[in-house]
């Protein structure tokens, strides 16, 4: 099997648990706000395009 140069199977990679958390808020805010949009622009399409 090929093995990968400079890559230790043993090493584990460290979180970074300060940056997830802070992308996961980002995504939650996107979602929540993208969200909300959709909402208020299939009810001006509603009112308006009917």
Do not use: C, P, W
Not at 2 to 29: P, V
Not at 32 to 45: F, N, Q, R, S
């Amino acid at each position: 099997m090929a093995e990968l140069q400079g890559y230790e199977i043993n090493k584990a990679a460290q979180m970074d648990y300060a940056e997830h958390r802070r992308t996961y808020s980002g995504f939650l805010a996107m979602f929540k706000y993208g969200t909300i949009a959709v909402i208020v622009l299939l009810i001006l399409m509603a009112m308006f395009l009917l």
